[in-house]
């Protein structure tokens, strides 16, 4: 081997792939080429590998090119072996190097392959890192209000509202910016306050306000960029233009905005805004948008919205993206304080929101509500790691996105990483205080045993909420209240979101006696029933409750497996056993911040 030069070979091999591999790691996901190219390249450097040292073995080059390797000659390989021991096997040796270097870089790219784009997320020190604690974030704030109507009809508020949306989602790309949540600005809707006490509560340094008039395919939009220090605008302008130039305007607002403020775009025009050329589809977009930030039945109405503009533009990734999203959740909101139960209905909702976000991935792959979308349709088919992957990656293409953190941390809950959840849920009311992240922090803290903090956080969250849009307040609230011994205070104030007052009334008249003959059927949906078993001794009857959930609903993150209060059967067999691999989760065990409180 060493008279033919394979050793040189594998050395030489392994060196050049192993450069090969770790560089393609790096740039195959920054250039959005598709997971599979790099798994590709991986087997073909291995599959070479053998084909190489065949080759050195048969052939050698001479001064006349690529030829034959002759046999030895007499002697030659006795001079070999007699020669210095150093000098025999340090050929060796280089190729054992080479093969190592082989190995790691096979490693090394399947593991890259697997996890997919290298992950930035919550570096320390890094400048993608969405901090906890506003105070600890450097970078200027800046919070968009919803854009007044000022058409002649004064019927188009969805356009005005769906034009600060869109202006919001772009400054939210520029990384040298923090950018208040969608949820938490819009609650100053049609609210007559000075511009700095709205500045104070949201915790900004900037707001951008302003109008928009539209009238046929004309369009007027003023904006106006105000410093909460003192009120003063730092820039204003306006735009009359046609209809079809609105994302046109967009784009330079966002661009103003940054000169204004001294911070960097960072960004092409193509990522700061994917038009379409349909103007219809665009406004059938911005109807999807207000009737989903509805909630309850105008999630179905956004998605037949969300498929009409994608009939009139089938190649507009954002209207695919928003499909996506508005069927993901679809079937929790078949009616008051209830979700479907019926598998066939989630299966459905599933499918369309995984080929919706698939399409919109196809298009722009740097699009993160897609990815938002495909993780939590993961997520809740207990597809784990897939739904980590998808979600992981929308942060790193999104760090400051609410929604993705709040949907990362129902998958860390629904796997027992309890800990972990409450970090996100604490990120994503750091940048967007809203009733839907209060709820699922106040959530979070529960199931961290938190109890005095998660009922505070509930109720900040009910003084916001005044329309009762997020029901999951009133019902997250009630079960705290249940218990914590307090269900007549919990059916007095939150009867109407109840999905089953009469069941909830008989858990709490059971717990208030001890007396577990008083409870209700074991019924897979009445949430609590699990726990007051438990807090009454029946702990056959409560895993008998859980096991029942799990295989009639086979869907969605469990809420109750991991409640505190269910400790005392985690380490049953029927738990271990039946219930975690069901939920694919043999040998998980749950993870806590800090001490939990007694209840």
Known sequence: MKRRRVFGVIAVYGTVSFGVLEAASVVFPAISFPDWTLSLLVWAVLAGFPVAVVLSWVFQWTPDGLERTEAAEPGEIDSIVASPALTRWMPGLVALAGLVLLAVGFYGGRRSAAEGRPLSVGAPGGSELTYTDLADDPRPALAVLPFVDASPEGDQEYFSDGISMEIQTML??????????????????????????????????????????????????????????????????????????????????????????????????????????????????????????RRGPGVGEAVRLFQAAIQRDSTW????????????????????????????????SFAVAQAAAQRALELDPRNASARVALGGVHRDRWEWEEGERELLRALELDPDNEEAHTQYSELLWGMGRLDEALRETGRALAIDRAPIRLDAHGFALYMNARYDEAEATLEEGLAIDTAGDVHFLRTVLAHLMLMDGRYREAIDRFEAYLPDPAGFRRMGEALETGDPTLLPEPEVTLRGLAQAMVLLGEHDRALDVLEARVFAMPFMVQYDVWDPILAPIWDTRRFRRVIMPRLRLEGVKPTFAGPPQSR
Do not use: C
């Open 172 to 293: 939210s790309k520029v990384r040298g910016l923090r950018v208040a949540g969608r949820s938490s600005a819009f609650a100053y809707k049609d609210r007559s306050m000075d511009l700095r006490q709205i500045a104070a509560e949201l915790g900004v340094d900037y707001l951008l306000d302003g109008s928009v008039r539209k009238d046929g395919d004309q369009l007027r939009i003023g904006a106006e960029l105000v410093s909460a220090s003192n009120g003063s605008g730092l820039w204003t302008d306006s735009y009359d233009r046609r209809l079809e130039n609105v994302f046109a305007i967009q784009t330079e607002i966002a661009e103003a905005i940054t000169e204004a403020l001294r911070v960097p775009l960072g960004l092409s025009r193509d990522e700061l805004v994917v038009p379409t050329f349909d103007m219809d589809a665009h406004d059938l977009y911005l109807s999807g948008r207000a009737a989903l930030r």
């Open 317 to 348: 990734a954002p209207a695919w993206a928003a499909l996506a999203e508005a069927a993901a959740v679809q079937p929790l909101y078949a009616g008051v304080g209830a979700a479907s139960t019926d598998s066939a209905t989630w299966a459905r």
